[in-house]
C-alpha cells in the first residue's frame, strides 16, 4: 500500500515556525486556517507589489524622456494655427501665397499629408510639457520659426500641424530674435533657393538685429557666422535699408541678379542725392581813373581789394603814404557805418 507524506509534515518543514497547535488535527489533518499557504501568498504579493512599482518607475521614466524629447526637438507635436503667432513675418516675396509653387504645395498637403514639421518655439521660454501628459499641448502658445507657407496651406485646408521645437540653446540665447531669424534664413538656403533681393534682404536685417545688441560687430564676423561670403554684406545692408524704395522703383525685383540689384541702388542713389548747388560767382566791382597819362584800377572782388597803376615807380615811402590814405579812408567806411 502507498503511503503519502502528511501535509503536516510539508507544512511543517516549509514553515518552521508555526506553532505546533496549528500543524496538525488529533487524526493527522490539517486545521482550517492552517498556514500552508501562507509563504505562497505572501511572495505573490510582495512580487506583484514589486512589478507594479517597477512599472510604474518605467512609466515616470518614459514621461521624463518624452518631455525632454518634445523641448529638444526628437518628438513631434500636433498644433492648431491659433496656437501660432508670427512676430518676425516671411523673408520672401509678398505675394508668395499666389505663386505657382504655393499652390502646388497646398495640393500636396491635401493628397498626401504634411511631409516635414515646422519648427516652433513656445512663448513661454519657460515653458515645459505635462510631466503626466507631455504630447498634450492644447492651449500652448507657440512662436514661428520656420515653415510659414506649410502653416498657411493648413489653415487654407483646416487641418492641425506637425510641429517640432527648436533647441533650447538658441531659444535662451542673449538675441534670441537673430536666432530666430538665423534659422528662417538657413531653412530657406537649404529647402528652396531665395532669389538675390530675398537673400540680399535677409542676410541684412540679420545683420542689423545682430549689430544692435553688440558695439563691434565686423562684416567678417558676421559672415562667418551665418556662413556667408563677406562681399555680400555691404550690399546687403544696402539693399535692407532701401528694400522699399527698390520694390517701388522696379517691377522685376524678384527677378533681378546681383549685378542688376547694384544697378538699381546706384540709380536709386543718383535720384536721392540732392545735387549741390553751384556756388555763386564772385561779384567784381572796377573803377578806373586817369592820372596823368597814366591808368588807375581799383578792383573789389569777393571781400579783396587791389589797385593798380601801370608804369608808376614809387618808392617806400610814398607807398606807405598811399597805404595810410587808403586804410584812413576805409576805417570812415566800413559797413557799421555806411548809410543808404
Avoid at 512580487?47 to 521624463?64: F, P, Y
Avoid at 492651449?139 to 506649410?150: A, D, E, I, K
Avoid at 517640432?164 to 537649404?190: G, K, Q, V, Y
Wanted: aromatic share 6%; proline share 6%.
Amino acid at each position: 500500500m502507498k503511503r503519502s507524506i502528511p501535509r503536516s509534515l510539508v507544512s511543517k518543514a516549509t514553515n518552521p515556525d508555526t506553532p505546533k497547535e496549528h500543524v496538525a488535527g488529533s487524526e493527522g489533518r490539517t486545521e482550517p486556517g492552517d498556514a500552508v499557504s501562507t509563504p505562497f501568498k505572501g511572495a505573490g504579493s510582495a512580487w506583484k507589489s514589486g512589478a507594479l512599482a517597477q512599472s510604474q518607475a518605467a512609466v515616470e521614466r518614459s514621461r521624463s524622456e518624452l518631455c525632454s524629447d518634445i523641448l529638444h526637438g526628437r518628438h513631434e507635436i500636433s498644433l492648431t494655427q491659433d496656437q501660432i503667432s508670427d512676430p518676425m513675418g516671411t523673408d520672401r516675396r509678398q505675394d508668395w501665397m499666389s505663386q505657382d509653387a504655393f499652390r502646388s504645395l497646398v495640393s500636396s498637403i491635401a493628397t498626401n499629408g504634411q511631409d516635414t514639421p515646422i519648427l516652433v518655439w513656445p512663448e513661454d521660454p519657460d515653458w515645459t510639457p505635462d510631466s503626466l501628459d507631455p504630447t498634450n499641448v492644447a492651449g500652448v502658445p507657440f512662436v514661428m520659426l520656420t515653415g510659414r507657407r506649410r502653416l498657411a496651406a493648413a489653415s487654407e485646408l483646416g487641418i492641425p500641424l506637425r510641429a517640432i521645437l527648436a533647441p533650447p540653446d538658441a531659444r535662451h540665447a542673449e538675441n534670441s530674435t537673430f536666432e530666430m531669424l538665423f534659422l528662417r534664413f538657413r531653412e530657406n538656403e537649404e529647402r528652396e533657393n531665395l532669389s538675390p533681393f530675398e537673400r540680399l534682404v535677409s542676410i541684412g536685417e540679420m545683420y542689423e538685429t545682430l549689430a544692435s545688441g553688440e558695439k563691434r560687430l565686423t562684416a567678417v564676423a558676421f559672415a562667418k557666422k551665418i556662413g556667408v561670403h563677406e562681399s555680400l554684406v555691404s550690399r546687403a545692408r544696402a539693399v535692407f535699408a532701401a528694400q522699399e524704395q527698390i520694390l517701388n522703383a522696379f517691377k522685376n525685383v524678384y527677378d533681378m541678379s546681383f549685378r542688376d540689384l547694384q544697378g538699381a541702388l546706384a540709380s536709386l542713389e543718383s535720384v536721392s542725392k540732392p545735387k549741390a548747388k553751384p556756388r555763386a560767382k564772385p561779384r567784381k566791382l572796377t573803377v578806373k581813373r586817369k592820372v596823368g597819362h597814366r591808368n588807375l584800377s581799383v578792383t573789389s572782388v569777393d571781400g579783396n581789394l587791389s589797385i593798380k597803376v601801370a608804369g608808376m615807380p614809387i618808392d617806400q615811402e610814398r607807398l606807405e603814404k598811399l597805404g595810410d590814405l587808403v586804410a584812413s579812408y576805409l576805417s570812415g567806411e566800413t559797413p557799421d557805418k555806411t548809410t543808404g
